[in-house]
Structure formats: C-alpha cells, structure tokens
C-alpha cells in the first residue's frame, strides 16, 4: 500500500469509478462531491470526506478532479475555499476533465508560486471504462512527475501516455472528441441514406463493421503506410477513384433527398486534390490541403521498426 494520500474532487458517472478503483488499489482517500450523496458508496468502502476543495488539499499529497468543464475547474481550483488556498508545496493536482488547456496552463502558474505541481490527464472511455479501471489517460505535465505516479494512474487507467508539457494531455483529448464526433456525423449521413435507399439497417452496419472501416484500417494501417510518411506514390487507392466512389454516393444521395454535408465536403476535397493533379497519387494525400490551411503543420512519423 502506498503512503500517497489522494484527494479526489467530483464522484459523478465518470469521477465515482475512478475514484473507487484509486480506493480498491490500496490508497488512502479523501473524497469532496457538491453532492455528498455521490460519495455513500466510496465512504462506505472507507474513504474519508471533506467539507472543501481546500481541506482535500491540506490532508492530499495527490489530488484528481473530475469536472464537468472549464468553469466548474477554475472556480474549484481558486475560487472561495480552492484548492489553491490548501495546497502544500510538492502536491500535485491533476485535473481529469475535459477542460481548457489555456486554462489549465495559466492555473498551473498561480499554483507554481506555492510550489504545487499542476498536470492535466483527461479520460476517455466512458462510465464502463470508468467503473472497469479501462480507461485511457492522456497526461500533460512534468515527465519526471508522470512518471512518479504512473502506477496511481494505472489504478484506473489501462492505456496511459505521457503526451508533452502541460496542456497538452487536453489538447489530445480535445481532438480525439472531435474526430469521434465529425466521425459519427458522416455515419448518420451515410447509414440513413443506406436504409432509406433500400438496404436493411442490420445488414448495412455489418457491411460497414465487416469492412476496412469498421476493422479500425484507417488510423493503424493505411494512414501510417501512406499520410504519416508522407508517401503517397504508388497510390493504396488512387484519389480519382476515391472522387468516383464518393461522387457515385453523393448521386444517390440526391436520388433519395438525403443531404449529406460531410460527404459533401470530402468531395469538394478530393476534387481540389484532382484539380492540383494528384488523380493517380494517392487517396491520402488530399490531406495535405489542410496542413497547407493550417500554416504548413505537417503531421508525420518515424516508421515503425521492422
């Protein structure tokens, strides 16, 4: 059992289960909800509760929030009764939120003058993953802290990545929500305008499930062979026929007055990459008109060690 003590702000879907598998692994805890009511099941299993964000930082060496956003993260960091009026030099706090990363950078400078380390590790994998110590962790901060409470993070994490300087974690989580999001809105294009052309629901998502789609192909094979390495010559799939096919879908779509902003969008895309003469390069690189967009940002890895 380690000597840390752990406070933990915020016992809702998310913050309830990790809390208790901090609790499970063996920690002594102190625990501080709006809703005491939140917290029967944790102080039953013996942690402890306190009154304020502050009085979790005077009695935690470590201390989590799990907070519903940038307001409620500020005004629990150094508002009335912060934690910031509690906190003792070398404790550490990380926020777990999907929060701000300006934010948590400029609250770890006012927490710096007392000597306290601030670090941003927001989550991702829902109440399950919660309640099942499954969840990924993405963390920003001082590397030699991270690593000093990689196993406190294991308690609830499965999948942990020390991910750069502070902020950074909740930039990560960030984009991962935004890509989950743009993705589900192209799915409901595509699967109502499946459905309403013909085909049965079931039988259309295990197409799609059974395909390279739904295999996960896009971010653990074809983009690491072709956009992460900027190869695009000989072509996976060439870009004139990603246009087709798409084209051939957006003709269906007003064939069954099914509007489909998304796919509209990557087929404006794909033919912009047509016009600069990339019909025989790859599919993939079409991407590079957003780097151009973004400022030249190029987003590129080392291969893979054979």
Known sequence: MSDLTIGFIGLGNMGG?????????????????????????ILEYGASWADTPEE???HSDVIFTSLPGPVEVEAVA???????????????WLDLSTSSPTLIRNLAVEFQKKKAIVMDAPVSGGVKGAREGKL?????GDEVTFNRLEQLLNSFGDRVTYTGAIGSGSISKLMHNAIGYGMQMIISECLTLGVKAGVEPKKLIECVKNGSVGRGNLLNVTLPETYFQGKFDPPNFALKLARKDVGLALELAREYKVPMSSASHAYDELTAGVNRGWGEMDSRMVL??????AGNVEVRLEPDPV
Do not use: C, F
């Open 288 to 293: 590079l008109l957003q780097e151009e967009r």
């Open 17 to 41: 289960g990790m809390a208790m598998n901090i609790i499970r692994s063996g920690y002594k805890t102190i625990v501080h909800d709006l809703n005491k009511e939140s917290a029967t099941e």
């Open 136 to 140: 990924a962790v993405m963390v920003g």
């Open 56 to 58: 979790i930082a005077v």
């Open 78 to 92: 150094i508002g009335p009764e912060g934690l910031i009026e509690g906190i003792k030099p070398g404790s550490v």
